[in-house]
């Protein structure tokens, strides 16, 4: 029966031309199997060879055992659903179910076990470490009464470049002595890929955050579907590339984000980052997109000046944002986390029918509206609304990074909330994540007056995130045991300096002289 079924699943998503599938399930230890082998079937046909297919497998069986044994009362008969699909760099699986709320925090705990203490930790501790070794990417997500969700993605086992490959020094290499040259700008060739990748190791190492630049297959694969949309700067004479510099959609808005730019050290000054900007912003408006930002590093001003210049404006600075990166022919301290400032243009004027902001917030979060030509109402709500209804579930959605940073989005506010976030943020701190990031709605009323519950936590006042359809989410953020060091921060603008002084005097863990 079980190869019966294994065939008719390699037929149904080859005739299907590997769409999404679905697979139902009842919640029954004995028919995880069923999902295994129709699984590994996708993702045999995808070019997964069988080391990953075993990965994928264990995986599910642990994702699936958990899910079965633990989020069901005794006697609980439910489906479990999971839909398998493409996605541009792999497979993606997501599994849905309506049991007992997933325990995030227990989660992350077995997360951060090191290898050293596997042998302390019980069975579905370990299980929930080969998760996070075998997935490249793992989002929980808990919907209330709606059950909860597990997003699982592993990437095609594509090579990262090879050191031995790295393009040499270039014998000058200093700024002042770059010479005048003429290239020209224009979208990448595939065949390029690797150039690309090669350059992005010479330029950063293996720092840079956006690590899929590391990877030629995936670079390729992703330009193919303008995922990462990338554009190169070409020197006329030789033909030689000397700059890179990509659109990819931003994480958390429906924005087009500028980044991914780097220039051949022995370039840097010839103003191509400045033209391949220009030449981005020229063919987003074309494309007829809501508008554009960037990230911009503050441990010196240079990308938020390039930034300005474009017309991007300042909205939110995310403090401890990433491991320093480390640029080649740039000499700085990297001792401390870099910071962030997040940076966006409208090409249209934007227009917020209600937003409900703190009231002790209302001044700055008025003047970063109207720093980005935001036309917007702001109202304070001081008071719980007498209709809420007392018995709805929080809808939380969490994500960790690379960078020991955790993302906690508040979907929707129930009874629970407070409890809900307080919970986690305590988890990531026993962990040892270095920042907490709490995103929270300005179009619900409860942000306006649960914010000072949630800044007596610990958080404090980041900015604010633009989100999708148009709306805004307000940033707090919770540095873990952190005294940062404001004053290695650098700024291009009058705001800039003014939003970093703004954000420095509500962290709770700074000392005013």
Known sequence: MLLYRFYL??????????????????????????????????????????????????ILEEVLSNVIKYDYMPGQNENVEIEIETSTLGIGIRIKSKGIPLD????????????????????????????????????????????????????????????????????????????????????????EAPVISRLAYYTYNLSYIYDHIY??????????????????????????????????????????????????????????????SKFQIADIEKMGLAGVCAHAVTKHPYSQKAAAGLGLKETALFISRLTALQMNKIIDDNSERDSLLYMCRYFNIHRHEMVFVPFHHHEIIAKIFSNILTEVHLFETVSPNNNHDGERMSVIETKGDAYSCFHIFVKQYGNDVLKVVNKTLKASCVNRIETVYLYLPLDCPETSYLCTDFEAMGFFFGGLQPGNEGKTWLLLQYLNNQKYAYEKLHFCSDFGQELMEYIRNHDPNYEKD
């Not at 079937?41 to 069988?50: D, H, K, P, T, V």
């Not at 594509?158 to 000058?172: G, K, R």
Request: aromatic fraction near 8%.
């Open 215 to 276: 990877y030629p297959e995936r670079v390729k694969q992703l330009n193919q579907t303008n995922e990462l949309m990338s554009y190169v700067a070409v020197n006329k004479i030789n033909e030689e590339i000397i700059g890179h510099c990509a659109l990819i959609q931003d994480e958390f808005s429906d924005l087009k984000e500028m980044a991914v730019a780097f220039v051949n050290p022995a370039y840097r000054g010839s103003g191509c980052l400045n033209e391949l």
């Open 9 to 58: 699943f390699h037929e149904l998503v080859t005739k299907f031309d590997m769409e999404k599938t679905i697979i139902s399930i009842h919640n029954d230890i004995k028919l995880i199997n069923v999902v295994m082998a129709g699984t590994v079937s996708y993702a045999q046909i995808l070019g997964f060879g069988e080391k990953e297919c075993r990965h994928i497998e264990l």
């Open 104 to 191: 995030i925090d227990a989660i992350k705990t077995f997360e951060q076990v090191k290898p050293e203490d596997i042998l302390n930790h019980e069975a579905h501790g370990l299980g929930i470490l080969l998760i996070k070794n075998f997935a490249d990417e793992v989002i929980y997500t808990n919907k209330g009464k709606n059950g909860q969700e597990v997003w699982i993605e592993k990437y095609l086992p594509y090579n990262q470049i090879n050191h031995d490959e790295i393009l040499p020094p270039v014998a000058s290499g200093k700024v002042e002595e770059t010479p005048k040259i003429d290239f020209y700008i224009r979208r990448i060739n595939l065949e």
